[in-house]
């Protein structure tokens, strides 16, 4: 039998980080759905996979009508959708840092047909602490009287995730029952991609200069944890990977442990 070696250390550098992507990636290459704005037809997601590595595949973040938190008072929760008086909530939001967000849905029930009167959807990112300052990202409602329903938002350019500022869902509208209809949210989706980081100014290993081809993916790797190079301050991009240096990768870059 033939036996499998990598060529070099570059090459599983590469592997290891599944790709490159590049900061500020167009909409249609950040996990935009091909569906117009604004549609009620339910998509397809049944081709996203629900891994959370990697630079290739939109990962959704389910935000479930539970982790919501009313704004008003006589709130009443039932299984699957939420709805009150005042019909005002929120929802942190938490994703991996540099995370580019491209899309936001919304699942509710609306048998309200008045104009305007909907359940309403919106992504916020807030900066600063003392004078808090919000920042409307996207937008999306429910639609007309139809019941239970589906809607979402392309965010175009995606949105990249800063966690030095914070982030929530909130929701209006779900007032329950009402002299017109009943409006309840039933949750809402975040879709997003990771990324690469950007490349630093200076090098990490002595081998491996700013000019490097691979200089970015090897010093996401260096930050990561997922590698210290070979010695001596070097990383040794041309060397032999072997079998057990390649498991010293892996599970590094997988955070595997032994079980409790």
Same mark, same amino acid.
């Given at each position: 039998?033939?036996?499998?070696?990598?060529?070099?250390?570059? $090459?599983?550098? /590469?592997?290891?980080?599944?790709?490159?992507?590049?900061?500020?990636?167009?909409?249609?290459?950040?996990?935009?759905?091909?569906?117009?704005?604004?549609?009620?037809?339910?998509?397809? %997601?049944?081709?996203?996979?629900?891994?959370?590595?990697?630079?290739?595949?939109?990962?959704?973040?389910?935000? *479930?009508?539970?982790?919501?938190?009313?704004? !008003?008072?006589?709130?009443? #929760?039932?299984?699957?959708?939420?709805?009150? #008086?005042?019909?005002?909530?929120?929802?942190?939001?938490?994703? *991996?840092? !540099?995370?580019?967000?491209s899309f936001l849905d919304v699942y509710y029930f609306d048998s309200d047909?008045?104009? &305007?009167?909907?359940?309403?959807?919106?992504?916020?990112?807030?900066? &600063?602490?003392?004078?808090?300052?919000?920042?409307?990202?996207? %937008?999306?409602?429910?639609?007309?009287?139809g019941g239970y329903g589906y809607n979402f938002h392309s965010i175009s350019?995606?949105?990249?995730?800063?966690? @030095?500022?914070?982030?929530?869902?909130?929701?209006? !509208?779900?007032?329950?029952?009402?002299?017109? /209809?009943?409006?309840?949210?039933?949750?809402? @989706? $975040?879709?997003?991609?990771?990324?690469?980081?950007?490349?630093?100014?200076?090098?990490?290993?002595?081998?491996?200069?700013?000019?490097?081809?691979?200089?970015?993916?090897?010093?996401?790797?260096?930050?990561? /944890?997922?590698?210290?190079?070979? &010695?001596? !301050? %070097?990383?040794?991009?041309?060397?032999?990977v072997t079998r057990g240096e390649m498991a010293a990768f892996l599970a590094?870059?997988?955070?595997?442990?032994?079980?409790?």
């Open positions: 039998m033939r036996k499998f070696t990598l060529p070099s250390r570059v $090459v599983a550098a /590469g592997f290891l980080v599944l790709g490159v992507a590049s900061r500020g990636l167009p909409a249609q290459d950040a996990g935009k759905p091909a569906a117009s704005e604004e549609s009620t037809v339910r998509l397809d %997601n049944e081709g996203f996979q629900k891994r959370t590595y990697g630079t290739a595949d939109t990962i959704i973040q389910q935000v *479930p009508s539970a982790a919501f938190q009313p704004l !008003g008072s006589n709130f009443d #929760q039932s299984f699957s959708y939420v709805s009150d #008086q005042t019909g005002d909530f929120f929802a942190p939001l938490s994703l *991996p840092n !540099g995370a580019l967000v047909p008045g104009p &305007g009167q909907d359940v309403v959807l919106s992504l916020q990112e807030v900066t &600063g602490t003392d004078l808090p300052v919000i920042n409307v990202i996207a %937008n999306v409602s429910s639609s007309g009287s350019p995606p949105l990249q995730i800063d966690n @030095n500022h914070r982030y929530l869902i909130f929701a209006s !509208g779900a007032t329950g029952d009402g002299a017109s /209809g009943k409006r309840a949210l039933g949750g809402a @989706n $975040v879709w997003y991609r990771l990324q690469m980081s950007p490349a630093p100014l200076t090098a990490t290993f002595a081998d491996v200069p700013t000019s490097h081809s691979y200089f970015r993916a090897i010093e996401a790797l260096a930050a990561s /944890g997922i590698t210290g190079g070979c &010695g001596g !301050g %070097n990383f040794c991009p041309n060397q032999t590094r870059a997988l955070g595997l442990h032994w079980p409790y």
